[in-house]
């Protein structure tokens, strides 16, 4: 089945981290986030993946090419970010005849649900959850058919989510030339959903695992999903006295120094280098080149690509951005005194993230001083600077 994934868009919920990359392309357990998706994809069943591209597109074609896992790649553009439904559209040029899948690009989904998906459509894909309220929420008719959905409802009419999985019908190419804008002005692929419904049994595939990535502490928790799966495997360089438990992969290229203690799940990518002397635990990805040094202790976090962490630091529970400079015994807090979740700012606006341990984001080349220290939930735009000794406790 031809399966359309959608990764045109900015990210904008994601930032600082989407300044120069798009929200797809960015890391979770060794590859790019929508690869995961297109994986799931290709071991579900999909025959050939048309990726929507728009932001930063360059970055999308060059890791995929026009063939990726055995599967023809076709790309489409998304001109102007204007909604899902007009994401799809872009894609008709190269769709063929018949049903096809559509999925979100920025999205993890469990393989036998999502193949459940394919296995006859039209279909959308479900999640429970305890409150769904901030989400899209499914109609259903008691017999597992959808009747249609409702966005954000103050009274929901069931704790199934939209998932951002379909399978619709071939009639849904001309439906999508049909959609009008809706009230927050954008081409939403839930009315061809809706369309649907009113003229198929739609069928409702709950998934057992799904994850919307659009958040910063999302792409931890991305993380902690894909690193869970991980077996150990050593081709780079460790020394003879380092200590690794657990799930770990340690890249060719990429050295453990002596006295380096790694509780895994932990992926240690090629030209890395951690310790001496350095603790690593919890979930963690350290990108290429990225640096861990003497008596540094890193805790369930992400370093991207080039990021250095200097000597007696510590971070946990956090996002470094590319080529970010942690100097000599910066510290990161990760917990309230108080024990109530960490709120971090999404778009000007201070989000609870349901996270009683969350450090910092920090954005692509900023740095910190040394003796420094960043509080629980601060967020540092690219390029930021922190002086040395300075205490921060507010986002720059």
Sequence with gaps: MQTVVLAAGVGSRMWPLTASRPKPMLPVAGKPLVAHTVDAAVEAGAT???????????????????????????????????????????????????SFAVLNGDALYDVPSLANLYDGGPAVGSFEVEDPTSYGVLKTDGSGYVAGVVEKPSNPPSNLINAGAYVFPEAAH????????????????????????????????????W?????????????????????????????????????????????????????????IQSGASVGPNAYVRGATLICEDAKVGHAVEVKNSVLMEGATVGHLAYVGDSVLGRNVNFGAGTNVANLRH???????????????????????????????????????????????????????????
């Design 174 to 209: 001309g439906w999508l030339l049909d959609v009008e804008a809706s009230e927050r002005g954008e081409l939403e692929l839930t009315d061809v959903l809706s369309r649907s419904c009113e003229t198929y049994d739609v069928r409702t595939v709950a998934f057992d695992r």
């Design 48 to 98: 050939e993946i048309v990726l929507v591209v728009g932001y930063e597109a360059d970055d999308v074609r060059s890791f995929f090419g026009t063939e990726y896992a055995g599967v023809p790649v076709e790309y489409a553009v998304q001109a102007e970010q204007l909604g899902t439904a007009d994401a799809v559209r872009s894609a008709l040029e190269v769709l063929e005849d018949g």
């Design 211 to 267: 994850l919307d990535v659009g958040r910063p502490w999302e792409l931890l928790e991305a993380n902690e999903w894909k690193l869970s799966e991980l077996e150990t495997r050593i081709d780079g360089d460790v020394s003879e006295d380092a200590e690794l438990n657990g799930p770990v992969v340690v890249e060719e290229g990429a050295k453990v120094r002596s006295g380096v203690v790694i509780d895994g799940p932990a992926l």
């Design 338 to 396: 108080d024990g109530a979740n960490v709120k971090l700012t999404v778009k000007d606006t201070r989000v609870d993230t349901g996270r009683r341990k969350l450090g910092v984001v920090i954005g692509d080349g900023a740095k910190t001083g040394i003796n420094s220290s960043l509080n629980a939930g601060v967020v540092l735009s690219p390029e930021a600077t922190v002086m040395p000794g300075e205490s921060v406790t507010r986002d720059r």
